[in-house]
């Protein structure tokens, strides 16, 4: 039995949800493998300056920053972490060359970013010729350093990307990586329950929660920790003239969620924490607020809700063509801060508008959760029979 190995991390909360979702997905369709997950922040806590001298994890300084909107001059910061990942190369190459002889993996998944230049090399050094796969959950790269190194194959070194947009497959390519080295997903990985059946009655679901089940219904969600900002939405949106009623889902940040529970407001809410469920709030819901964070927004659009996201300043540096993607793909509305969100709202739910955007999100059929396992059979496959060497040509001949 093979064994591949998925390697994440918590800074955000889609890295693990991906590996996750892929496990599954692997064992829904009885992949003969042996997966293992493995978080990569407890392997290089050894090497975690923060930790030795903050007591405070990278990651969960990252998750600060995010649950508390601190993220202006983000781009400056990540600099400051990519210098610090360069200047401890070498020992984190040897601890993860160590771990890899321990659990001995025919084939390493990475779900992160900045790390895969020593991921790939580690691996490659304790296994020649066994297949390094990246997958991004970014829709594309925020080059230099972040998802694809420029890292060419070699005969002991079998370096695949999987992307889920044409832009990030041109990234690859501009970076030295052929085409046979190279998947197209059709787009972010969800997890499975976002391909469930929609419920049956969602009149009666909305009830069910206390809303009123004929008015626009909008989702408000900024990840895993929620953000003040949706406090703000709540306040503008209410002092509009417009008819509508929200969702508000918080995550783990449960002041956040008291505060709208306390609000008074005229439009009906339900103000939900930390769920798994956030494909049944979409479900009962007609469009999407938050940020524009591949996951969520990939998640809103799998649900056919078009989405009003902001970008400016304060967006995550890798977030920021997410924006544009929206617009290129004509799926919702890019706002540089959310003082205007009433007018984006009524002219987002205007019926023939909502409906315009709503198809063109159903239009994009993101099955990549179930593409993936595919791909990385594919991949094994073309490990065993090629080699750095071989042309496409050559590749498909052996394949045959």
Same mark, same amino acid.
Request: charge should be positive.
């Given at each position: 039995?093979?064994?591949?190995?998925?390697?994440?991390?918590?800074?955000?909360?889609?890295?693990?949800?991906?590996?996750?979702?892929?496990?599954?997905?692997?064992?829904?369709?009885?992949?003969?493998?042996?997966?293992?997950?493995?978080?990569?922040?407890?392997?290089?806590?050894?090497?975690?300056?923060?930790?030795?001298?903050?007591?405070?994890?990278?990651?969960?300084?990252?998750?600060?920053?995010?649950?508390?909107?601190?993220?202006?001059?983000?781009?400056? $910061?990540?600099?400051?972490?990519?210098?610090?990942?360069?200047?401890?190369?070498?020992?984190?190459?040897?601890?993860?060359?160590?771990?890899?002889?321990?659990?001995?993996?025919?084939?390493?998944?990475?779900?992160?970013?900045?790390?895969?230049?020593?991921?790939?090399?580690?691996?490659?050094?304790?296994?020649?010729?066994?297949?390094?796969?990246?997958?991004?959950?970014?829709?594309?790269?925020?080059?230099?350093?972040?998802?694809?190194?420029?890292?060419?194959?070699?005969?002991?070194?079998?370096?695949?990307?999987?992307?889920?947009?044409?832009?990030?497959?041109?990234?690859?390519?501009?970076?030295?990586?052929?085409?046979?080295?190279?998947?197209?997903?059709?787009?972010?990985?969800?997890?499975?329950?976002?391909?469930?059946?929609?419920?049956?009655?969602?009149?009666?679901?909305?009830?069910?929660?206390?809303?009123?089940?004929?008015?626009?219904?909008?989702?408000?969600?900024?990840?895993?920790?929620?953000?003040?900002?949706?406090?703000?939405?709540?306040?503008?949106?209410?002092?509009?003239?417009?008819?509508?009623?929200?969702?508000?889902?918080?995550?783990?940040?449960?002041?956040?969620?008291?505060?709208?529970?306390?609000?008074?407001?005229?439009?009906?809410?339900?103000?939900?924490?930390?769920?798994?469920?956030?494909?049944?709030?979409?479900?009962?819901?007609?469009?999407?607020?938050?940020?524009?964070?591949?996951?969520?927004?990939?998640?809103?659009?799998?649900?056919?809700?078009?989405?009003?996201?902001?970008?400016?300043?304060?967006?995550?540096?890798?977030?920021?063509?997410?924006?544009?993607?929206?617009?290129?793909?004509?799926?919702?509305?890019?706002?540089?801060?959310?003082?205007?969100?009433?007018?984006?709202?009524?002219? $987002?739910?205007?019926?023939?508008?909502?409906?315009?955007?709503?198809?063109?999100?159903?239009?994009?059929?993101?099955?990549?959760?179930?593409?993936?396992?595919?791909?990385?059979?594919?991949?094994?496959?073309?490990?065993?029979?090629?080699?750095?060497?071989?042309?496409?040509?050559?590749?498909?001949?052996?394949?045959?």
């Amino acid at each position: 039995m093979e064994r591949v190995e998925f390697v994440f991390h918590d800074g955000g909360g889609g890295h693990r949800a991906a590996a996750t979702a892929l496990q599954m997905a692997i064992q829904a369709q009885g992949r003969p493998w042996e997966v293992r997950l493995t978080n990569l922040q407890e392997l290089l806590d050894p090497l975690d300056i923060l930790k030795k001298y903050g007591r405070i994890r990278i990651q969960d300084m990252y998750n600060t920053l995010l649950r508390n909107g601190w993220t202006l001059g983000s781009p400056q $910061l990540l600099k400051i972490l990519q210098f610090a990942i360069w200047t401890y190369h070498r020992p984190t190459v040897r601890l993860l060359d160590a771990h890899w002889k321990e659990t001995k993996p025919d084939m390493v998944v990475s779900v992160v970013p900045h790390f895969n230049r020593a991921l790939g090399e580690s691996f490659s050094r304790a296994f020649p010729g066994r297949p390094f796969v990246t997958v991004l959950t970014d829709i594309a790269d925020y080059p230099p350093h972040f998802w694809i190194e420029r890292q060419p194959a070699t005969a002991g070194r079998q370096q695949y990307l999987v992307c889920g947009s044409d832009r990030a497959v041109a990234q690859a390519r501009s970076m030295g990586h052929s085409d046979d080295r190279i998947f197209r997903a059709s787009g972010m990985v969800l997890h499975p329950r976002f391909y469930e059946a929609p419920v049956e009655n969602r009149t009666a679901e909305r009830e069910q929660l206390g809303l009123r089940p004929d008015l626009p219904t909008g989702l408000v969600l900024f990840g895993g920790h929620g953000s003040q900002v949706m406090l703000e939405i709540a306040e503008r949106l209410d002092r509009s003239q417009l008819e509508l009623q929200l969702i508000f889902i918080c995550g783990k940040n449960e002041e956040l969620a008291s505060a709208l529970r306390a609000q008074k407001s005229r439009l009906p809410r339900f103000v939900e924490g930390f769920t798994t469920r956030v494909n049944y709030y979409m479900q009962l819901s007609d469009f999407f607020i938050g940020k524009p964070g591949p996951g969520s927004v990939s998640e809103a659009l799998a649900m056919r809700l078009p989405v009003i996201v902001e970008c400016n300043a304060w967006t995550l540096p890798q977030e920021r063509y997410n924006a544009e993607w929206i617009l290129e793909k004509q799926v919702g509305l890019v706002l540089r801060g959310f003082r205007e969100i009433d007018k984006a709202v009524a002219q $987002l739910i205007e019926p023939s508008a909502l409906a315009r955007y709503r198809a063109n999100a159903a239009a994009l059929q993101n099955r990549a959760i179930f593409e993936i396992p595919g791909i990385l059979e594919k991949i094994f496959e073309q490990s065993k029979c090629g080699s750095a060497a071989d042309t496409p040509a050559q590749l498909a001949e052996k394949l045959a």
